[in-house]
């Protein structure tokens, strides 16, 4: 019997969560079949087999945090050699060794020593059914967990009512519009008291009324970033109201030209170049400050790996684009559309969060005028784009109608001072007032 054990993913990670077995007791799985979905606290990832042979024992249930190293599974060598030669049933990769040290194992989209694997064999998904007969694959039932859908309440659409991934989407739309539809009524009794119970030496338990969040995966990792930005880097916060109307019009146009009619263009497009442009002409704002044992340091990037704050199921990511400033209107643009789509499906990678010089936050999207955001790690500069609104606005001495929006952001203060701060966040609203500023 041989055992695997969680392999280490190569990211300085030390623990990831089970998300989802893709096998059984008894099943017979090949060398680089995908046997579970793990959730590190940077991405969800697929997790093939070393071995060759018929699964054993499943040591971790779904939705248990382990440690890199611990044992997940164990698995019978196969009888006979595997198709590909007499050692086919043999870990592949140096380091993988039959009586179980999995260290070297491979995680998809990382390969061994950084290479990515492209001879896996993906074994196909197989629809499962609950207890109460809900037919469901298992990325699917992930996403209903995400997004607090039961499946049960779900009209299926898939062959043989099998769930589908749109099926979830849309039950969870509906639901959001008519959640909050009914008010509840104000209670008979004026006063309610509720006993507080005397401290006791144990702790107590926690009261049924209150939901007890887990901290793990995406928003450990995150609190434990924002955390250490926040009492690392004195942060500073500027911002400014921008008459962005030409920029609306520009992507009306753009929207209308042949050129980008197969890419979905907002104006957040116009902000990403305007953040590059801005950038080129105050480079320090796209530094870092860096620690060493001879002293403090500031790199200064000449070049633009543009982050993007995406909110997604698993919580908050910040994907990048990388060498976003030699990127043509076009390009960039689809690139922004590939990168929210990849979060939004809960696709993005490590590689994808890794590298990011300067980030851009979307808070308009929720209504958000301006705000403070903390500054990802590793960086100097985060720029927060407000809701786009019609406001009365002065046009050569008289009132009018504008598309009016707010820039903000924070900036740390040990690498930027405030002069470098106002031209920084001037020009991208110059960019805003005046798309073709872009042209130069």
Do not use: C
């Not at 995908?34 to 018929?54: D, N, Y």
């Amino acid at each position: 019997m041989q055992t695997f054990h969680l392999p280490d993913v190569g990211e300085g990670l030390t623990e990831a969560e089970i998300v989802s077995w893709h096998v059984a007791p008894g099943d017979a799985v090949a060398v680089d079949d995908v046997i579970a979905e793990i959730e590190t606290a940077k991405s969800l990832v697929e997790l093939p087999s070393p071995f060759a042979g018929t699964v054993g024992e499943l040591l971790v249930a779904e939705g248990d945090t382990v440690n890199v190293g611990a044992p997940i599974i164990t698995v019978a060598a196969a009888e006979a050699p595997a198709v590909g030669g007499p050692d086919a049933h043999e870990p592949t990769g140096p380091g993988q060794h039959p009586e179980g040290d999995a260290g070297g194992a491979v995680l998809v989209g990382y390969g061994t020593g950084g290479e990515a694997q492209t001879r896996r064999r993906k074994k196909p998904e197989k629809p499962v059914a609950s207890a109460v007969g809900v037919i469901a694959k298992p990325p699917i039932r992930k996403l209903a967990r995400d997004l607090g859908v039961d499946l049960s309440e779900v009209r299926p659409s898939g062959a043989a009512s099998e769930v589908t991934r749109e099926d979830v989407l849309a039950h969870a739309q509906q639901a959001s519009v008519f959640r909050n539809i009914s008010t509840p009524e104000w209670p008979a009794v004026r006063d309610e008291e509720i006993p507080v119970p005397a401290p006791a030496a144990a702790p107590a338990a926690v009261d049924a009324r209150v939901e007890e969040v887990p901290v793990k995966g995406v928003r450990k990792a995150t609190a434990s970033a924002m955390t250490g930005s926040a009492h690392t880097a004195p942060h500073v916060s500027v911002w400014t109201d921008v008459d962005a109307t030409r920029t609306m019009e520009f992507v009306k146009r753009l929207k209308a030209s042949p050129d980008f009619a197969d890419i979905k263009i907002s104006p957040l497009l116009i902000v990403a170049r305007a953040v590059i442009w801005a950038v080129r002409r105050t480079p320090m704002i796209n530094s870092a400050w860096v620690d060493g044992e001879d002293g403090a340091k500031i790199h200064v990037r000449h070049y633009v790996n543009l982050g993007i704050a995406a909110a997604t199921p698993r919580g908050l990511l910040v994907p990048n684009i990388k060498d976003a400033h030699e990127l043509s209107m076009r390009d960039l643009a689809k690139s922004l559309e590939r990168l929210t789509i990849t979060a939004r499906e809960g696709k993005t990678t490590p590689a994808d969060q890794q590298g990011g010089t300067i980030t851009i936050t979307n808070i308009g999207v929720f209504g958000m005028d301006a705000g403070t955001p903390i500054i990802n790690p590793g960086q100097s500069a985060i720029v927060a784009m407000g809701a786009i609104r019609q406001k009365p606005w002065v046009v050569d001495g008289e009132v009018r109608p504008r598309w009016v929006t707010t820039v903000s952001g924070s900036f740390d203060h040990r690498v930027v001072d405030g002069d470098a701060i106002s031209r920084f966040l001037a020009d991208i609203a110059s960019v805003l007032e005046e798309p073709a500023l872009l042209l130069d």
